[in-house]
């Protein structure tokens, strides 16, 4: 792989409710987080197609306008997820049609059927515009297809219908990273963390950013260790752990005396 750390975790396929997106999850690559290359990924890295694990479902919620503080604890105990608290309920009023639709276009990109899942997002889109779901998943697809500027403009498009969305906030920072354009990903990452305070993947990528990109040390650190509370057997990000705070105390930083480093 070329970047120097996977975005995202090793784990097998998994799906979360229905009408969702399946995890497809990417190894890490074998580069320690301590080295001192820090090479930017391109836009062929293969890393972005790990993108389609993010959770992405049928619902439309008409919640109140993201907070982008940038306060936000990385030891956060609150498990709401305010994309998917209300899904029962949206789902509802969607055609069984349209459900069908999905589901089929869901099975197709897990076969890496990319145009026929595609077109069928557009009829879903055609059916139910304001369903956020459907224009990731074709940003997941155009991802696929190394077409980053055409998933930016449609994970834009998704915000625009529903800005409570975390996964499309978690890709697009994703690809606004890959693209360098770190305060922009930092940003991202922190939204779908308003959204979802305990999303495993935003909590390692922000880390990955602060530590790599942003020289943020000790705030890399406290995201590590909240996303291996959410994912303690990840062995590489405890290695990766182990890099961050050797930096810290090489820059002449001191460890927060707390253990989780929460707060």
């Known amino acids: 792989m070329l970047s120097i750390k996977s975005l995202f975790t090793s784990s097998t396929p998994k799906l979360a409710l229905f009408a969702l997106v ?15 290359n820090a090479n930017k990924q391109t836009t062929t890295d293969p890393s972005l197609k790990g993108m389609d694990k993010d959770i992405v479902d049928l619902v439309s ?34 055609p069984t049609s349209v459900l069908s639709q999905y589901q089929q ?10 145009q026929a899942a595609n077109s069928l997002f557009d009829k879903v889109i055609v059916a139910e515009p304001q369903l956020s779901g459907a224009y990731v998943n074709k940003a997941i697809i155009a991802i696929n297809q190394q077409q980053l500027d055409q998933a930016d403009t ?26 360098g354009q770190y305060a922009q990903a930092e940003q991202g990452y922190l939204t779908a963390l308003t959204l979802w305070p305990q999303y495993p993947q ?26 291996l509370a959410n994912q303690p057997n990840d062995e ?8 961050v705070e050797i930096k810290i105390q090489r820059a002449g930083l001191t460890l927060p005396d707390n253990a989780n480093g929460a707060g």
């Open 22 to 36: 399946s995890l497809m999850l990417l190894p890490g690559c074998s580069t320690s987080p301590s080295g001192t």
């Open 154 to 179: 449609l994970l834009a498009k998704a915000i625009a219908v529903n800005n409570s969305n975390p996964y499309a906030h978690q890709i697009k920072a994703n690809i606004a990273r890959v693209q």
């Open 202 to 227: 935003a909590q390692l990528n922000l880390a990955i950013l602060l530590e790599l990109y942003r020289g943020k040390l000790l705030q890399a650190r406290q995201y590590y260790l909240a996303y």
């Open 236 to 243: 590489q990000a405890k290695r990766w752990l182990a890099g």
């Open 105 to 114: 276009a869901i099975s197709q990109m897990k076969n890496q059927q990319w």
């Open 61 to 94: 919620l008409n919640t109140k306008s993201v907070n982008n503080s940038t306060s936000i604890s990385a030891g956060s105990t609150d498990n709401r997820n305010m994309y998917l608290e209300q899904a029962s309920q949206r789902l509802a009023d969607v």
